[in-house]
């Protein structure tokens, strides 16, 4: 599987963002899909992930209630609706897929990574 990210950038506090990530080379209907982020300095951390239905869905605490993820099986796209962005939300942000259906948060639970895409928050 390849994985091609995008939708970043520069942007405000209280702005919005979507990120994009087309998959290419598998069966995506049947691939987990998850964003992890990266920033400055600090471990990778998951952010959110979605089951090949959709009908399984975790987001990490910081971002709940601000950010969507969700996927369009026809475009062999996941997406990454960031709404009400924060300064600490600033990251290298990667999708994410693994050979099995279900969603999890565990990055090692995935098998294929995108090139990421940077997100800029400003206060």
Do not use: H
Not at 19 to 32: D, I, M, N, P, Y
Not at 41 to 59: D, H, L, N, P, T
Request: hydrophobic residues 35%; neutral net charge; aromatic residues 12%.
């Amino acid at each position: 599987v390849q994985l091609q990210a995008c939708g970043g950038g520069l942007v405000q506090a209280g702005d919005s963002l979507r990120l994009s990530c087309v998959a290419s080379g598998r069966t995506f209907s049947s691939t987990g899909m998850g964003w992890f982020r990266q920033a400055p300095g600090k471990e990778r951390e998951f952010v959110a992930a979605i089951s090949w239905s959709g009908g399984m869905i975790y987001y990490v605490d910081s971002v709940k209630g601000r950010f969507t993820i969700s996927r369009d099986n026809a475009k062999n796209t996941v997406y990454l609706q960031m709404n009400s962005l924060e300064p600490e939300d600033t990251a290298v942000y990667y999708c994410a897929a693994r050979r099995y259906a279900a969603a999890t948060t565990q990055p090692t639970d995935y098998d294929y990574w995108g090139q990421g895409t940077l997100v800029t928050v400003s206060s």
